[in-house]
């Protein structure tokens, strides 16, 4: 059965629309550790849209489950990975202009690049994840980067609108992962996962974890929503 890594990243955007100090990630993360998280994931982005230096600092310090840090091949992210050692990285593709990371990262075409920055965080015994479309070819140039793990992005699978389509992207990530496995690589998977499509998911064979996010925070929205309003009420109606 897979682990659920759960991505903090947009209790940090809820935070961030009005630069305050609620609702806050770690409060989150202690939160999703006792209702079973099996890790945290956070993104530092170089923009810092959401998450903040002193979350990924704090969130190393608390969280009793593993942080798995999600971030770019940037020079200036890998130092902060290096001195607070998550227990594992995960190399994404970032680009400032996208809502969320659009597309897994292209190994084949950076592989220099990629595998300086790997063996940088490996160096300090982080394991490195690679994010990737379901394609055998980047699945190789992971295997031969020597990483961890990869993790399939199940983004075209989410986004698919037709049970055809639905059909061709989950058989391309089942069949990417039983390749994933085969070569001994540990199996994540996540993007867009929801509460609907998930299921399909969890029973590929091998899958080691799930990470999933926006989904999780939409959902602990309305869930605490009447609550919410509720204790409002009875501020204001004594
Ligand atoms: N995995 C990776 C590598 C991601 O970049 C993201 C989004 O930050 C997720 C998983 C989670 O995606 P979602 O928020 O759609 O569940």
Do not use: W
Not at 77 to 104: C, D, F, M, N, Y
């Amino acid at each position: 059965m897979p682990l659920l890594g759960v991505n903090l990243d947009h209790v940090a955007t809820i935070r961030q629309a009005r630069l305050t100090n609620e609702p806050d990630p770690i409060h989150a993360a202690v939160l999703a550790e006792i209702g079973g998280a099996d890790s945290i994931t956070v993104h530092l982005r170089e923009d810092r849209r959401h998450i903040q230096d002193r979350d990924v600092r704090l969130l190393r310090e608390i969280s009793r489950v593993g942080l798995n840090l999600e971030m770019a091949v940037s020079d200036e992210i890998t130092k902060i990975a290096l001195s607070l050692l998550p227990h594992q990285v995960t190399l994404v593709p970032e680009r400032r202009a996208e809502l969320t990371t659009e597309g897994g990262l292209d190994v084949l075409t950076h592989f220099a690049r990629i595998q300086q920055c790997a063996d940088q965080l490996q160096g300090v015994g982080i394991a490195v994840s690679l994010f990737i479309d379901p394609n055998l070819a980047q699945i190789e140039a992971a295997k031969k980067l020597g990483v961890t793990a990869i993790e399939l992005h199940t983004g075209a699978y989410a986004d698919a609108q037709t049970p055809k389509d639905t059909e061709i992207e989950f058989n391309k990530l089942r069949e990417a992962g039983q390749c994933a496995v085969a070569q001994g690589l540990r199996l994540n998977m996540g993007h867009g996962l929801t509460y609907r499509n998930v299921r399909r998911i969890a029973e590929i064979q091998g899958v080691h974890e799930l990470n999933i996010g926006h989904s999780i925070v939409s959902q602990a929205v309305l869930v605490g929503f009447e609550r919410a309003v509720r204790e409002m009420k009875l501020l204001v109606t004594f």
